[in-house]
C-alpha cells in the first residue's frame, strides 16, 4: 500500500547508501594491508572496489577502513573471527564483514556519541546506574583495543592478532571473566561493546557491512526484510517457512 | 530575550496520542489552537515505507524514533542513600521524539484497566481489610471508576480499530473472551487477530491448566478498516518489525494518520514542530498559567501566551514540567507533604522462556506487536492477595512479536555469551523458543518518587530531573510468584526446557524492560494527595491540565495506552462541554 515504486537500476539505493555511510565508507580506495586478511580477501575487497556501481553487490569483504588504524583493523578482525568463528555449524563473523561494520559504526554518530550525555560530574555509580564513563564507543574501543594489545604483547610477546586460535579465545575468555586489568578502560565494559557490536554487525541488515550475503539470516531461517507475513501466518503454522532471505538493498 | 508572541486561546506540549486526540476534539470550538511538538514532523510516507522500516539496527538497535538523550535525560538512583547518576544512554525505557510521540513506535497492545485497578483501595480493603496494606505503600482510588470511563475506551478502541474479543458485554460473559473485564457495551471494533502457533500452544496449555486465555485487545488492524473518523487502516502484515518502528501499513495505530491530520485540518489550527517547551509561565498569583517560554529549532527564545495550556508530552516529560514551572507543590518523601513527583512507578516483568524440540515450528518471525494471547487469572485481584502474599498482580501472556536476530536470538540458560558453542545453541533455538510472561502491577511507595537533581542539567540549562525507584518487597514477590505460574504453564506446552527469569533486584536502569512509567502527577479526589482533579485539571492552575500515564495513582499489571486514550477523550469532554463555558475549577478544591 505505501510500498516505493521499484528502482531497477539501483541508483536511489546506492544514492542512500552514500547518504548513511558517506562516499569514503561505500568506495574507499584503502586495502586492509596489515592485519590478518588473507589474500583472497583483499582481491574480493579489490574486485568490489572497481565495481562499486550497485550498493547491493557485496561490499562487506575488507572493503576499508575509515576509522582503525592498521593495528586496530588486525585486532577487530581477530576479535570478531574469535568470538563468531567460522566453523561446521555456519559462517564466522569476519568472513561476513563484521569488521567493517564495527568500523562503520565507529566513524558513525553512533562511535562519536550523537546519543550519550557525556556531561560531568562523573562518577562510577552502581550497576544498576548504568554506564558513567566520559567516553564515546568510539573512544572505548580504541582505548581498548591498545589496553589488549599492551597486555598481550606482555604475555605473549606477540599483538592480539598474530596469536593462535586458541590462544585468542583463551585472552577473550579471560577478557570476559575480568581476570585481566586494563590499564585505561574497565574490562567487562570494553568486552561486553566489543561482544555486542560483533553479534550486531553478524545479524543486521548487510547493508551495514557485516552479515555479507545475509548468510548469517540464512543460518538461523530469518527471512529478513521482506516481511509480509498476514497470509502465511496461518498456512504456516507448525510448518517450517523457507525463503531466501533479503535485505533492504534487494528490495529497493 | 524571548519574543512574545500573539495569545492563542488554548496551547497543546506535546503531540502525541493525547495532545492530538485533545486537539481534534477542540476543533469545532473554533478556538485558537497552538501545538509545540519538541521533535519533528512525520509520516507515513516517506518516513516509515517498507523495505526502509524493517531496519533492525537503525530502529530498535540505534532508537532512531526515540528521545536522544544527548539533550535531555534523568538522573537515577534506587535509593535516597545514593547518589543519583545521570541516565547517560537509554536502557530500561524509551520514550519517544516528533509528531505521534511513543504513539507511532508502540506494540499497540489496548487494555481497559480491571475495575480493581480504578479502585485499588476501596476494594482491597473491602475484601481484606486495612492491615493488608503496607505502611509505605501509597494504594489510591482513581476519582472515576470503570464505569464513568466506559464511553471513553469504547471510543478511543473505535479510534485505533481495536482487535480483539470481548469477554463481557452488558455483565454476560463470554467464553474466548477476558471473563474478567468490566461489562462492556460493545464488541470490539474488529476481530481477534490470527494467533501464531505458539500461542496456540499456549492456550491449550492454560485452559488445561484450568485458566481462561483469551486473544490480546491489539490495535494492529486484523482487516482493513475504517474508523468513525473516516480514517483507513490497512491490515496488519504480521510483519514482526513494530514495536520501536513505525508502521508502514498504517495497520498499527497511531496518532500521526488518525487524530493529528484531523486536527491539522482546522484552519484555526497550527503545529510548530522542533519547539521545545522549557516551562510554563505563572502570573503573580501562582494561581494561573499565561503562557509558555520555549526554543525553536534554531534556539530562539519565545513566549507564548495562552488562556488554556494542556501538558500531553510523555508522562515523564510532562512532571518535568511541572517541576520546573513551580506548578503544584513538590514531593518531599521525608515529610510525606507536596504532590508533584510523588507515586512514580512502573511495571514488573519476567516470566518463563520456553525451549521445544526441533519438531515443533513457530516461525516466530511472522508476528506484530499486539499479537498475543494472555490470561487475567492472577491480575488484579482475581486472585487471592493473602495467599499469594502480593496486591497487585499482572497479564500473563505468550506474545508473538516478531524475531528480529540481533535483539532476539534465544538460548538456554548456561550457554556461552559466545564462540562454537553459543553459535550452535543459537541456529538450534532460534525458532524453538516462546516466551510466557508477565506483566506486573507495580504499586506506589512513600520512597519512590521524582524530584530535580542538585547537579545536572540538561542541554538548555535546566535541572534534570531526578528518578528515586525500586522494586518494593510486595513487587519483588509478585514478580517471583507469576514467573512460577509461568513455568507451569511453559511445562504443560510441552517445553523440553523452561528457563525461569524476573528483571534485575534491585531495579537497574540498563537493561530495556518496559516504557510504561506511570505516576508523578496524579489524579484524584484529594488535593493533598494528587495534583489533578478527575477532569486532569490542576488543582491549584486551573487552566492547566495535564494528560497521559503520569496521571496514574499506581500502575497496573496492563498496558497504559488505553486508560490514557480514553482519560484523554475524557478530559476533552470536560474541557468542551464544562471548562470553556465557564473557566475555572471544575472540582471544588
Excluded at chain 1, 563468531?84 to 568500523?103: N, R, S
Amino acid at each position: 500500500m505505501s510500498k516505493r515504486e521499484k528502482n531497477g537500476q539501483g541508483d536511489v539505493g546506492r544514492r542512500d547508501f552514500l547518504k548513511l555511510f558517506g562516499a569514503a565508507g561505500a568506495a574507499a580506495g584503502t586495502l586492509p594491508f596489515g592485519g590478518s586478511a588473507s589474500a583472497d580477501e583483499i582481491v574480493a575487497a579489490a574486485a568490489t572496489d572497481t565495481k562499486h556501481h550497485h550498493a547491493a553487490e557485496p561490499h562487506t569483504r575488507g572493503g576499508g577502513y575509515e576509522f582503525f588504524n592498521v593495528d586496530e583493523s588486525a585486532f577487530v578482525e581477530a576479535a570478531v573471527d574469535t568470538l563468531i568463528p567460522k566453523d561446521a555449524t555456519g559462517p564466522g563473523a569476519k568472513e561476513l564483514g563484521v569488521a567493517t561494520y564495527i568500523d562503520r559504526q565507529m566513524a558513525s554518530g553512533y562511535g562519536k556519541g550523537d546519543r550519550l550525555y557525556l556531561e560531568g560530574p562523573f562518577g562510577e555509580g552502581t550497576p544498576e546506574q548504568g554506564y558513567q564513563l566520559p567516553m564515546t564507543p568510539s573512544e572505548l574501543i580504541r582505548a581498548g583495543i591498545a589496553d589488549v594489545n599492551a597486555v598481550v604483547q606482555k604475555s605473549h610477546k606477540n599483538s592480539f592478532a598474530a596469536l593462535s586460535a586458541k590462544d585468542r579465545a583463551a585472552v577473550m575468555a579471560d577478557l570476559e571473566a575480568k581476570k585481566t586489568d586494563l590499564p585505561t578502560v574497565p574490562v567487562a565494559t570494553f568486552f561486553s561493546l566489543l561482544l555486542q557490536l560483533t553479534i550486531e554487525g553478524y545479524f543486521a541488515d548487510p547493508m551495514y557491512g557485516g552479515n555479507g550475503d545475509a548468510a548469517a539470516w540464512k543460518m538461523i531461517g530469518f527471512p529478513g526484510a521482506d516481511a509480509m507475513y498476514a497470509d502465511k501466518i496461518e498456512p504456516f503454522r507448525n510448518k517450517p517457512y523457507k525463503a531466501e532471505p533479503k535485505g533492504i538493498q534487494d528490495l529497493i | 530575550m524571548a519574543t512574545k508572541l500573539n495569545p492563542v486561546d488554548v496551547l497543546i506540549v506535546g503531540l502525541g496520542w493525547t495532545g492530538g486526540i485533545i486537539a481534534k476534539e477542540l476543533a469545532s470550538t473554533k478556538l485558537k489552537i497552538v501545538a509545540l511538538e519538541r521533535g519533528g514532523p512525520r509520516d507515513t510516507n516517506p518516513d516509515f515505507i517498507d523495505p526502509e522500516i524493517h531496519d533492525e539496527l537503525r530502529y530498535a538497535a540505534r532508537y532512531d524514533l526515540m528521545q536522544n538523550v544527548r539533550r535531555e535525560t534523568i538522573t537515577f538512583r534506587n535509593g535516597e542513600s545514593q547518589t543519583a547518576l545521570p541516565m547517560r544512554q537509554l536502557g530500561s525505557f524509551l520514550p519517544g521524539l516528533g509528531v505521534g510521540g511513543a504513539g507511532v513506535h508502540w506494540n499497540g497492545v489496548t487494555w481497559r484497566w480491571l475495575e480493581w485497578d480504578h479502585q485499588p483501595r476501596t476494594r482491597t480493603v473491602d475484601k481484606y481489610g486495612e492491615k493488608i496494606i503496607p505502611s509505605d505503600m501509597h494504594l489510591q482510588d482513581w476519582p472515576i471508576t470503570y464505569d464513568d470511563l466506559e464511553p471513553y475506551y469504547d471510543k478511543f478502541e473505535k479510534t485505533c480499530g481495536t482487535s480483539g474479543k470481548a469477554g463481557n458485554i452488558n455483565g454476560r460473559k463470554i467464553d474466548g473472551g477476558n471473563i474478567f473485564e468490566g461489562s462492556r457495551k460493545e464488541e470490539y471494533p474488529n476481530p481477534p487477530m490470527i494467533a501464531a502457533q505458539s500461542m496456540v500452544m499456549f492456550e491449550k496449555a492454560a485452559r488445561n491448566l484450568g485458566y481462561h486465555p483469551f486473544p490480546n485487545p491489539s490495535s494492529n488492524a486484523s482487516r482493513d478498516y475504517v474508523n468513525p473518523d473516516g480514517v483507513a487502516f490497512g491490515q496488519c502484515h504480521y510483519c514482526g518489525f513494530c514495536e520501536r518502528f513505525g508502521c508502514e501499513a498504517n495497520a498499527k495505530a497511531s496518532p500521526h494518520f488518525t487524530v493529528i491530520p484531523l486536527a491539522l485540518k482546522n484552519p484555526n489550527f497550527e503545529l510548530r514542530t522542533n519547539s521545545i517547551v522549557l516551562k510554563v509561565n505563572l502570573d503573580s498569583t501562582r494561581k494561573k498559567a499565561v503562557g509558555v517560554t520555549y526554543l525553536d529549532a534554531r534556539g530562539r527564545e519565545f513566549e507564548q501566551p495562552a488562556d488554556l495550556i494542556i501538558l500531553s508530552a510523555f508522562a515523564l516529560h510532562n512532571v518535568n514540567l511541572l517541576l520546573q514551572s513551580g506548578i503544584g507543590a513538590p514531593y518531599d518523601p521525608a515529610t510525606g507533604k507536596g504532590v508533584v513527583g510523588r507515586n512514580y512507578a512502573y511495571q514488573c516483568g519476567g516470566g518463563a522462556t520456553a525451549f521445544f524440540d526441533k519438531r515443533t515450528v513457530l516461525n516466530r518471525f511472522m508476528g506484530a506487536g499486539a499479537l498475543g494471547t494472555c490470561m487475567d487469572d492472577f491480575n488484579g485481584d482475581n486472585y487471592d492477595f493473602v495467599k499469594a502474599g502480593y496486591i497487585g498482580g499482572g497479564g500473563i501472556s505468550c506474545s508473538n512479536s516478531g524475531a528480529r536476530p540481533i535483539q532476539s536470538h534465544p538460548t538456554p540458560h548456561g550457554t556461552p555469551r559466545w564462540g562454537s558453542e553459543w553459535k550452535k545453541a543459537v541456529v538450534d533455538n532460534y525458532d524453538n523458543a516462546a516466551n510466557v510472561g508477565n506483566q506486573g502491577a507495580v504499586m506506589a511507595y512513600r520512597q519512590n518518587y521524582l524530584s530535580l537533581d542538585p547537579t545536572y542539567t540538561d542541554v538548555f540549562g535546566r535541572p534534570l530531573m531526578r528518578m528515586t525507584f525500586d522494586f518494593q518487597d510486595n513487587e519483588v514477590k509478585q514478580m517471583n510468584g507469576q514467573a512460577d505460574i509461568c513455568v507451569t504453564i511453559a511445562k504443560e506446552m510441552g517445553a523440553t526446557k523452561v528457563d525461569r527469569s524476573i528483571p534485575p533486584v534491585p531495579y537497574s536502569i540498563v537493561p530495556y524492560q518496559s516504557t510504561h512509567n506511570t505516576g508523578g502527577a496524579v489524579f484524584g479526589a484529594d488535593p493533598s494527595t494528587s495534583v489533578l482533579n478527575k477532569y486532569l485539571q490542576v488543582w491549584d492552575v486551573p487552566n492547566v491540565f495535564v494528560t497521559g500515564a503520569c496521571v496514574f495513582p499506581q500502575n497496573a499489571g496492563k498496558n497504559p495506552t488505553g486508560p490514557v486514550g480514553a482519560l484523554a477523550y475524557w478530559a476533552a469532554d470536560a474541557i468542551k462541554n464544562q471548562y470553556l463555558k465557564n473557566p475555572g475549577p471544575l472540582v471544588p478544591s
